[in-house]
């Protein structure tokens, strides 16, 4: 796969009431492999803020890790079938969230790498949703196919 990708994340919440929420965000982005390791980056504009979060995902079989650094900071870890508590400052202050992962799918091909997520997330060790989190890798002269 090229450097020069275009990053489709869709995130899905179903909170107790089952009311869902859907979320989708398509962004150009940087894809490199290196060990065993893949990784996708990306900077994300935030509304009312004049800087951006520098987003880090990277992925192997069964972890997928979330860094952001900028406006907000965290360090999301999704580990399959493991608990993992982290805080997410926010520049209105921290929260502390518990990512318990159900379930990390990977697939590859030659042009394009799907990735899903399933968890229950938590904050102040309260269950707030079940969430699912689909992430779609292409070059960039795939775009066509996410529109």
Same mark, same amino acid.
């Given at each position: 796969? #090229? ?17 869902? $929420?859907?979320? /989708?965000? @398509? ?8 060990? %065993? ?7 994300? &504009?935030?509304? $009312?803020?004049?800087? %951006?979060?520098?987003?880090? @995902? ?9 860094? *952001?650094? $900028? =406006? =907000?900071?965290?360090?999301? +870890?999704?580990?399959?079938? *493991? ?6 400052? #926010?520049?209105? !202050?921290? +929260?502390?969230? !518990? @990512?318990?992962?159900? $379930? =990390?799918?990977?697939?590859?091909? /030659? ?5 899903? =997520?399933?968890? &229950? ?7 707030? &949703?079940?969430? *699912? ?8 002269? /795939? &775009?066509?196919?996410?529109?």
């Amino acid at each position: 796969m #090229t450097q020069d990708v275009l990053l489709s994340i869709r995130g899905l919440q179903f909170d107790a009431e089952a009311d869902s $929420g859907t979320l /989708e965000t @398509i962004t150009p982005a940087e894809y490199f492999q290196k060990n %065993s390791q893949h990784y996708v980056i990306y900077d994300e &504009a935030m509304e $009312g803020f004049h800087d %951006s979060t520098k987003n880090i @995902i990277k992925w192997n079989d069964s972890t997928l890790d979330l860094t *952001k650094r $900028g =406006v =907000v900071n965290v360090h999301m +870890i999704f580990e399959e079938n *493991k608990k993992n508590m982290t805080e997410y400052k #926010t520049p209105f !202050g921290s +929260i502390l969230i !518990g @990512i318990d992962t159900h $379930g =990390v799918n990977v697939k590859e091909e /030659e042009e394009r790498i799907s990735i899903q =997520v399933d968890y &229950a997330l938590e904050i102040n060790y309260e269950h707030l &949703a079940e969430c *699912k989190i689909n992430m779609d890798v292409r070059p960039k002269k /795939e &775009a066509a196919r996410f529109l």
